[in-house]
């Protein structure tokens, strides 16, 4: 293999440029084969044709009131003082709300109105007025009307004014029929593989099923080809098949970048043309969009973020403009990142952030950016787009986002920045359990971030655990150092165990701290300003250790899971963390510290309902047991709260 | 049947009080019996329970760009100037994107960035960091770590984040089920109806089959019980074998209010608690919330709107808390009412109204309140909620409203308010055929409603036929008058036949509109305002005719079709209309007039891409042979344009 044999991106469009391609080329593209189903079974479906009515509704003159039917005329006068006596029977005829106006009357009085003056008479004190209080034939619906347009989806609300106009089936638009061949010779597909025993760079494959998912949503049926090697002629094949066959589109999945085992576009360009290969949009660069046979194939990109994100942009519009529906916009709000986001020039970025309302504002948290991490999306609450031309948008400024989650949801969310614990999780869980309309979202970047994002407003508290290296505390002179001015809480939620994690049986016989500067040693670092490298660095600094002559001092995580990973996965022989990430990965744990973990709440939030009900929470036994399950933990003095006026 | 048996309603609760009884009272009702799914047939399901990654993904370091590998370390120093060799298979090796990083290196290089220097050794003018381009083992998921909370809601996101974590069933919640019992001795099944001969009185029951849309996308699943008679015994037996059996939840729908017939409440009275009897919204006043054995049981009103109002607001959000989840909410977005909307005081009131973005605006358009017409909500694009304090909303003041539509689509809608005609729902249609995206939308408020609508900025056109008597001319005399200072066009739409519309076989002989004077005759006149209005009191005038004389000339109806139904129901013996309603409903039509009905459009939207779209369209030969079809109409000078200058 060589670096000639390469691929290069056709020219790269923009965004707006690919989707003006798709739109154009694909215009007459409509499913215009329909199915006939019975009404309350169309719901979702788009209309074929028009529909008009068959019956109007009522389809009688019927009283819109309980009361009597009278005719006008024979009220006219009537009056508090004058009342005027209707004989039952022939003046006047009792009747309830639907039923049939009587042929001859013209009119009901409420039977509030009414009062019963003989066994054979009412009387009444005040006129009717022709066809008062009655729902007169056709008042909802008039046979031969237009219900609905062509290209209408029915809701369970048109099933009403369906089967209320006489219509009882409908012709609808069958479904598009989408092939979706995931290619690779990586991938295992879970349904076959032995997933407990995956070999190094065996990749479970789970596009197909993303895909498939979206393609349902948007009223598609998917069909899954078995996974395809990445191999010119099979892949050949399955198109030339599915394009005979009674499919309408074809994705290919994987290989559509300008790698040199990328055949996807080499087979498109061969059965057909390609009329999009590269798109200046991150991720999701590396889509291709091709016609074989007057039919759309997509080389959709290997990566799950770039995929849905192609997926969104290109194929799901394309299918609702076949259906001639239209792909839902995803509502906007517009947020305030809580710092600044770099971005690329010239690429449109879709940046994933996590949001919630802290005050007024709606705040976002930028997740990581990889297009590999689909957790990046599942976590996500919206999505920034930085347009090509921006580098980037600055941090306390009103910027739009998409929103991935109903905006109540955005609305009553608990804002946790700051350390990384995994309690936060369990938390998490155990709120949603009890109050499934709130949430508790928390952003991992260090006890010192937590606390510059209090100050700045970007959340509603933060895990800290920031060890005064003087006196031996935690948290109090960091918050009255970082937050000067300001009246807070520290809530204890729980304290742990920290030390150095290592792989199982301990290989390199790793004692304590001393032995990282050991020169077989390679270590994992927690990322500047969280409290776990502070304590590295006091720990280092005690034992008169220079930090810059450790093997991977430079290296970081966010998180003690990726840690416990990189320890587990050989990147690292050691890393400190918490006795509750080595054990969730089987790893072993040599103790360092016992050491508190605080919530760190402003004044002005903590009487707060949602606040309220996180500290309700965190003391209940069950939440307790649960912590106490992942082991390394105290619950002893969680809830304790510890007061900092800032005029104290 | 006397007065004296009817029911009274409990004390009426407001919707606020009434939410709260239903939420306190059934607070610990949850589904709590499991499903296990694929993960890919979970999409839309409610998790029963936390689920953690059981893998890692990557499960191995990976390469994150195509490229080399190296050992960092063996890259430190390389410049422009100084370049460094490396030997391909022992210091580099050929690596593409998702490969696993061979043991011994811990870096990538981008092909970018790589020179080919001879067959066996690439050159590079960078140095590389450790881990640079590499996605680490754990990176997207580490094993042991939550992926998702008890209570959240699958979607396709998620399916590639629960495979790639190595989960492939979870458990979720069963849906809960749900038994709808129509009743109303009135109700005849469209399934077993012989429905093209309906007896007075006969109403189709459409409601069991709204609802049961209703609640399966709230992940419910429903079943229908045959239509009930009002028959205390019945529905007794329904309720008591719905609860003994495996029914979550039993609506019963009509029979709730308080009339002599309606038994909801005393069954729910004898089997249970009542909680709730009557609510103070409109529609949905006679709502019943009751407990049997412990599970929530429903009167709902027989109101298709009612019903649909009262399910909304309290068993969907039942539902959803049930299943962990949230009932969505709708989106909201400020509107502004073209005219003051009055409502009562002490009833919150749910106004739909049609909504379409004109200027900078988005502008309301009340559609008509009967709580019978499903047509109000199948045709509403928001709905204005009027709180019971309130005796309503003035006009040209922002209100919020909530939307039923999205909000492209209230974007991209042509705003027409005016005169009807039976043209505008085809060409409604025709333009939604070839653009999906596109939407008319049409109120009926006449002519002059139209113009004023135009002035008040409430619209983008007006569909209008004002003739000036004196001259013959059609609408220009009244756009200068009612739009002084504005620049207008005036494009025709279609010529037109209105007459007289009379039963079929005309049985009372009527010749002209000299017989309206008839004393045997009662006609349907159309509102003040509208073309048609205005041109028969001319005829009138003509005639020396007093309108005062006439029988039914009080009596009015906003559109053609509404006129042609009331002579085909008996309600009048003639009325004014186009012939193309006389001839949809099989009416007899004596020609009147032929009259001119054009489109006006004020100059600042005439330009816009959305009334060239329409213009282009209604000179289609597609869309001319349609409005032929209708009969009664001439295209001959459809789309010929007037222009109005203010200053002319």
New interface residues.
């Given amino acids: ?4 044999r ?1 691929n290069v991106y056709l020219q790269k469009k923009s965004l707006t440029e690919a989707r003006e391609i798709v739109t154009r080329r694909f215009a007459g593209l409509s499913i215009n084969e329909t199915e006939t189903l019975a ?2 079974d169309a ?1 979702g479906r788009t209309l074929a044709a ?1 529909v008009f009515a068959r ?8 009283a ?1 009131m ?1 009361g009597i039917a009278v005719q006008a005329a024979s009220t006219y006068g009537a009056s508090e003082t004058r009342p005027i006596a209707l004989a039952i029977g022939s003046q006047a005829i ?1 009747i ?5 106006l009587p042929a001859g009357y013209d009119a009901v009085i409420m ?1 509030e109105q ?1 009062q ?1 003056s003989g066994d054979a008479e ?1 009387t009444i004190e005040a006129p009717a007025f ?2 008062q209080y009655i ?18 989806t029915i ?7 369906l ?2 106009g ?1 219509i ?1 089936t409908v012709a609808v638009r069958r479904r598009p029929r989408v092939l979706i061949a995931p290619t ?1 010779p ?1 991938l295992v597909d ?2 076959s593989a032995d ?1 407990d025993n ?1 070999a ?5 494959e ?2 197909s ?6 393609i ?2 948007c009223g598609g049926i998917s069909e899954r080809h078995a996974i395809v090697s990445d191999d010119h002629h099979a892949i050949r094949d399955i198109i030339k098949k599915a394009m005979a066959g009674d499919f309408d589109m074809v994705l290919t999945v994987g290989g559509s ?5 990328d055949h996807a576009r080499a087979v498109m360009a061969d059965l057909g043309e390609i009329l999009v290969h590269g798109v200046t949009i991150m991720p999701g660069k590396p889509v291709i969009v091709g016609v074989i046979e007057g039919k759309p194939v997509f080389g959709m990109p ?1 990566y ?1 973020v770039s995929t ?1 994100i192609a997926f969104e942009q290109f194929v799901g519009p394309l299918l ?2 076949m259906l ?3 792909y ?2 995803k ?1 906007v709000a517009d947020v305030f990142p809580t710092r600044k986001l770099a971005s690329k020039l010239g690429v449109e970025e879709f940046l994933r952030v996590k949001l919630g309302t802290v005050g007024d504002r709606i705040v976002a948290t930028a997740l990581p950016r ?1 297009a ?7 976590e996500a609450d919206g999505i920034i787009r930085i347009p090509s031309n921006s580098e980037g948008v600055a941090g306390d400024r009103p910027v739009q986002a998409e929103l991935l989650r ?4 955005i609305r009553d969310t608990i804002v946790v920045v700051g350390s990384h614990d995994n309690t936060l ?2 938390l ?2 155990h709120i ?2 009890e109050h ?2 709130l949430t508790l979202s928390s952003s991992h970047v260090g006890s010192l971030g937590g606390l510059m994002a209090i100050k700045k407003g970007g959340c509603h508290l933060a895990g800290s655990h920031l060890l005064d290296t003087e006196d031996g505390t935690y948290n109090v002179t960091y918050v009255q150092k970082y937050l000067p001015g300001r009246d807070v809480r520290l809530v204890n939620l729980v304290f742990r165990n920290q030390g150095l994690i290592v792989p199982k049986g301990n290989p390199k016989a790793i004692r304590d701290i001393s032995d990282l500067a050991r020169e077989d040693i390679s270590m994992i670092n927690r990322q500047a300003g969280s409290g776990t490298r502070i304590l590295l660095d006091y720990r280092l600094a005690q034992l008169g250790i220079d930090p810059g002559g450790l093997n ?1 001092y ?2 970081d995580e966010f998180t003690h ?2 840690i ?3 320890v ?2 050989g ?1 690292a022989d050691v890393g400190l963390g918490i006795f509750a990430a080595a054990r ?2 089987e790893l072993d744990f040599i103790p360092v510290v016992t050491e508190q973990y605080d919530l760190v709440i402003p004044d002005e939030f903590f009487e707060s309902a949602r606040i309220q009900t996180l500290l309700e929470t965190i003391v209940t036994p069950a939440f307790k047991d649960r912590v106490a399950a992942l082991g390394g933990y105290s619950t002893a003095k969680t809830g304790s709260v510890v007061t900092i006026r800032a005029d104290a």
């Fill in positions: 293999m060589a670096v000639s390469r009404v309350p719901i028009p019956l109007s509704s009522p389809g009688f003159h019927a819109a309980d009792f309830n709300t639907g039923n049939v039977i009414v019963q009412v022709p066809w729902r007169k034939m056709g008042e909802d619906i008039v046979a031969t009307e237009l219900l609905f347009s062509q290209n209408h809701t369970p609300y048109c099933v009403g004014a089967l209320a006489g009882f690779g990586e879970w349904q997933t995956l190094p760079g065996q990749i479970l789970t596009n099923y993303i895909l498939g998912g979206l349902e949503a970048s300008a790698g040199s085992e290997g799950p849905i609702c403009r001639g529906t239209l839902p916009d509502p990889g590999g991490s689909i957790s990046t999306l599942t109903p905006r109540a949801m999780d369990i998490a869980d949603r359990i499934p309309g991977g430079g290296n899971m990726s416990a990973a990189a587990l996965s990147t969730a990965l």
